[in-house]
């Protein structure tokens, strides 16, 4: 019996995949009773059995049982059948294969086969496809099918199907040629069957080759040929050819016109869709809810809200239900409108939501920047039992990051281990960036670690991380270890990284090797870079070399600009600083906030008032003028080249005020001796509610010391700590005892430097000798230099103050050899200087 030989179990085989096919399909003609044409085999007893209708209740039971899952149940069906046919024999692997148990179904296949059967083109297309599944089309299945001696066309596709599937392109070539030359010719399903998977290949020149044979074979304008082409040629995004395939059609459908929208969306030409959808819908068309899903992205790629609300309307008149598929593209196309609430509206609308959908607004919210609603609705998502893909993983894990949630964002790490693993590039940055960004440099080392093959990307996070958490060497370790290990040219972005951390070290031996580095891999015309390393010199006081960086940068931008401009201020050459902001002005090319800042310094620092206001125009054409950065730096520059009038009428027309604004006024008024309205500011300020900083103070304590309120710089000192909450630090120290030695209070000066709570407090007694040579106490004067020379042997200043206080005491002869001591000792002090500017 039959039945006792096709009894299978339900277990892996332990036979390699070649080996099965080869058992399943090695089986020639010879082997096989061949019957008439047809397909009808010799054994004549199952047409009996048929007859009696006994077998067609068995095979209706049996594919009963096959699609409901349950093969053990058909199996047995199956194995209750005296001489199962043909078509009992084919259900029975089509189920096991459709199933997903594929070497079963081949080695029922098999047993067919050795039964006397010859399979009809159903059984051999579910062979073939099994075979695809496995991933090994043997060449048994070709000496199979070359026995079969009547071949129709459909066992031509097939076979043809399953290697261009396979995208085994010489394969189907030879197949193809010999079907050309057999009695069968090549229908439209072959050729779609080729255009498809010259699509897949990818490859343009053999899709053209086999639209000529459409062509000469007259199939060109077959609906379902067309249809290929037209897709072929979009992919392409040869979309003038895929026109006028399209145009040529005998019945042109909706799908072949979505494929042909789909092409226009691809290629970035949305408006000539558009257009062909408008005459397309024009020609009495009636469009389907899979084409508006084409045209909605076609809107978004126009950014025109008002035609994508008539088609969002137009939708609803026809009636269509909001499904999940052309909803997701409603919420895309508000969400690229930035319409988030309508977005979130149709959401809400769409019926029996999946993960798709709630990927789409998820990722709606992140981009609008609402990450809060980003969170609440992955939480609404997980709580509806769908699982998320690692696209809305990432994007509430970006939320996590901009919200400053680590503890959310570790959860949803520990979701991602546990359902999906690390093996996703995306999904392991986007983890890493999460720890990166919240300072959690361990965990991000072992995510790092975890990461199989970590990209550019992943390096670079972790270095500015390092970098951001103040561990600069940890940054330069790893970016050996990135060169070292990792095949990865890295970026501009992580070569910025490797110089901020040499800047950070201060470390010029290191920043010019990585200079050596970036210029060895062709970078250094890079404006990102020479921004990065103009401030790397700058900060090791190599001005010469950040100048050289900025000459050799051959594009040079903004950024590049305000970098060197910024260096020259802070390194006191100020004056070749605004030489180059007129260079750049005088070359047209934008003016940004940093910029002007920069250049409002460098006036400040030269005290050219002329040259302010010319800056200061520039900033009011510009519209910068109600910057509060701005704004402060033009306060700034008004009161240190003496003009205070005019710092207070920028400071008026100031409209939103902050701290900033207001401490820049209060010390312009210190600066110019104006002690009451700078109190007066400052009382005025805690009236509006603004809370001073430490910085405030410090004008406030100078304001006082200009003009000896001793009794109001105590009450300001002690209430910053009682009434604000404020850390005194040591230039707050200073301006008190700057005031009291000023004031002739002397003790009162020294007890406050005792009780000072720093380690060094140099500062502190240097100030106060100078109130020593200001009021001739000799006295306290020579002990106090007496210990700040111990402790800085080599401080010319120190030596000044002294020689001043014995020349405040008419001992010049001691004055003197202080000063020629000093010449002995090399010890030399730059000379104060005030800038002046001559008419000429």
Not at 47 to 62: D, W
Not at 395 to 410: H, K, S
Not at 780 to 799: D, F, T
Request: charged share 20%; aromatic share 10%.
């Amino acid at each position: 019996m039959i039945a006792k030989t096709v009894r299978l179990k339900f277990s892996s085989p332990q036979n390699s995949c070649t080996a099965t096919i080869r058992r399943c399909f090695g089986v020639t003609a010879g082997n096989i009773k061949a019957g008439p044409p047809g397909g009808t085999p010799e054994n004549v007893s199952n047409t009996r059995n048929e007859e009696n209708g006994v077998l067609l209740q068995s095979c209706a039971s049996l594919l009963g049982q096959s699609v409901c899952g349950e093969l053990r149940d058909a199996q047995a069906v199956f194995d209750e059948i005296p001489e199962p046919n043909l078509v009992s024999w084919t259900s029975m692997i089509s189920s096991y294969i459709h199933r997903g148990n594929t070497y079963l179904g081949l080695q029922l296949f098999s047993s067919m086969c050795r039964s006397g059967l010859r399979p009809n083109e159903f059984g051999f297309s579910s062979a073939l496809k099994a075979c695809r599944i496995i991933g090994d089309l043997s060449m048994d299945a070709c000496k199979y099918f070359d026995g079969i001696p009547l071949k129709c066309d459909a066992l031509w596709n097939t076979l043809i199907d399953g290697y261009a599937k396979s995208l085994l392109a010489e394969e189907v070539i030879q197949l193809f040629s010999e079907m050309f030359v057999s009695d069968i010719r090549p229908s439209c399903f072959t050729y779609s069957i080729l255009l498809k998977m010259c699509a897949d290949l990818p490859d343009f020149k053999l899709g053209r080759f086999f639209h000529g044979l459409t062509i000469k074979s007259g199939f060109e304008s077959h609906s379902f040929v067309g249809s290929a082409l037209v897709e072929f040629y979009s992919i392409f995004e040869a979309m003038e050819d895929a026109c006028r395939v399209f145009w040529s059609l005998e019945e042109r459908d909706n799908v072949v016109c979505s494929s042909l929208l789909s092409g226009f969306h691809q290629s970035g030409e949305a408006e000539l869709g558009v257009d062909l959808f408008l005459r397309f819908i024009s020609e009495g068309y009636k469009i389907d809810p899979f084409m508006h899903v084409s045209v909605f992205n076609l809107c978004s790629d126009l950014e025109t809200p008002a035609l994508g609300i008539q088609v969002h309307c137009w939708y609803i008149k026809s009636g269509f239900m909001l499904d999940f598929f052309v909803g997701s593209a409603l919420v895309d196309m508000y969400t690229s409108f930035g319409m988030t609430s309508e977005a979130y509206e149709s959401f809400l609308g769409i019926k029996d939501k999946n993960s798709i959908c709630f990927d789409a607004m998820i990722a709606g919210f992140v981009c609008d920047l609402n990450y809060k609603s980003a969170i609440d609705l992955f939480s609404k998502m997980r709580g509806n039992g769908l699982v998320p893909s690692c696209s809305t993983l990432n994007n509430v894990l970006g939320a996590c990051v901009n919200l400053d949630m680590v503890e959310e964002g570790q959860a949803i790490h520990c979701l991602m281990v546990k359902s999906l693993g690390l093996s996703n590039l995306d999904t392991g940055n986007a983890i890493l960036e999460m720890y990166a960004n919240g300072r959690k440099i361990a965990e991000a080392f072992k995510v790092l670690k975890k990461m199989e093959a970590p990209n550019e990307f992943s390096w670079t996070t972790i270095i500015s991380a390092c970098n951001d958490s103040e561990r600069p060497h940890e940054a330069l370790k790893l970016f050996h270890d990135f060169h070292s290990s990792a095949c990865i040219r890295p970026s501009q972005f992580t070569l910025v990284a490797i110089v901020q951390a040499c800047t950070r070290l201060v470390s010029l031996d290191q920043g010019k090797q990585v200079h050596g580095y970036i210029t060895r891999l062709g970078f250094e015309s890079d404006s990102f870079i020479g921004s990065s390393l103009i401030g790397m010199y700058a900060k090791c006081k190599r001005i010469s070399d950040a100048s050289l960086v900025f000459s050799n940068t051959s594009k040079r931008d903004l950024v590049l600009w305000s970098s060197i401009i910024a260096a020259l201020t802070q390194h006191g050459r100020a004056e070749e600083a605004l030489k180059h902001f007129i260079e750049y002005h005088n070359y047209g090319f934008a003016i940004d906030e940093p910029i002007l800042t920069t250049c409002f310094a460098a006036c400040a620092v030269l005290a050219v008032v002329d040259k302010g206001k010319c800056v200061h125009a520039v900033t009011v054409k510009t519209g910068f003028e109600l910057d509060i950065h701005v704004g402060c730096a033009i306060i700034d520059m008004y009161c240190k080249c003496g003009c205070i009038r005019d710092a207070r009428m920028v400071f008026n027309n100031i409209k939103d005020q902050n701290v900033i604004s207001w401490t820049a006024m209060v010390h312009g008024y210190a600066q110019h001796g104006l002690a009451k309205e700078a109190l007066d500011l400052f009382n005025e300020m805690k009236v509006t509610g603004m809370e001073p900083d430490a910085v405030t103070f410090i004008g406030v304590l100078s304001a006082c010391s200009r003009v000896g309120f001793v009794r109001e710089g105590w009450h300001y000192f002690n209430a910053m700590e009682s009434e604000y909450g404020l850390d005194r630090t040591i230039n707050h120290y200073a301006c008190m005892v700057d005031l009291l030695g000023r004031a002739g209070h002397m003790e009162d000066a020294e007890q406050l430097i005792d009780r000072a709570p720093f380690q060094s407090k140099t500062t502190l007694w240097r100030t106060l000798l100078g109130a020593c040579c200001k009021h001739g106490n000799m006295k306290m004067g020579k002990r106090i230099a007496e210990v700040l020379i111990k402790v800085e042997p080599n401080e010319p200043s120190n030596y000044v103050l002294l020689s001043n206080l014995h020349a405040s005491a008419c001992g010049w002869e001691r004055s003197t050899q202080i000063r020629e001591n000093m010449k002995d000792f090399g010890m030399t002090k730059g000379p104060g200087c005030s800038w002046i500017e001559v008419a000429v």
